[in-house]
């Protein structure tokens, strides 16, 4: 019985150790960086109930420079569909982000073209290394009496060539 008692325990304390480890974001890397990728996972909409009824959301990416001395460049802030097709390229030329600043960019309630996985490939540099920009997605609506909201951090991707 104790025997027993001791191998739930241990178990437990695994489960509390393997399902509290805090995620890596973009954002939380250490040290400074001059320039990199970034993934932001959107959702132009969720599904809801048994039924899989679609949830219409607006979406804002916001895009901040969270270095006090140094400006950033985006080089490209890029929305793309569920199925990885580009639907808007928001930069055509490279955009300067002063020290604190930050950027928005919305995706209407009613514009339904990215779907459940849409996302955002957002790139930036600098001429020297500054602390990394926070890049991060809300997604808001209210219908009825029920609204819905809930944030999505950018993660740092490595693009092949």
Not at 129 to 139: H, R
């Amino acid at each position: 019985m104790k025997k027993r008692a001791y191998i739930t325990g241990v178990l437990i304390c695994l489960c509390i150790c393997l399902f509290s480890a805090h995620p890596l974001y973009a954002d939380d890397a250490a040290g400074l960086s001059d320039g990199q990728s970034i993934y932001l996972p959107v959702y132009s909409h969720i599904y809801s109930g048994n039924r899989e009824r679609p949830y219409q959301l607006a979406v804002t990416a916001s895009i901040r420079n969270t270095d006090p001395v140094h400006s950033i460049k985006i080089t490209a802030i890029d929305y793309h569909a569920t199925q990885g097709k580009l639907l808007k390229k928001y930069l055509t030329t490279p955009l300067i982000i002063e020290p604190l600043e930050s950027l928005r960019y919305v995706i209407p309630e009613k514009d339904e073209s990215g779907g459940s996985g849409a996302n955002f490939i957002v790139k930036w540099e600098s001429e020297k290394p500054v602390n990394p920009p926070i890049i991060e997605s809300i997604m808001i609506s209210t219908e009825s009496q029920q609204g819905i909201s809930f944030t999505s951090r950018g993660r740092e991707i490595i693009e092949t060539e």
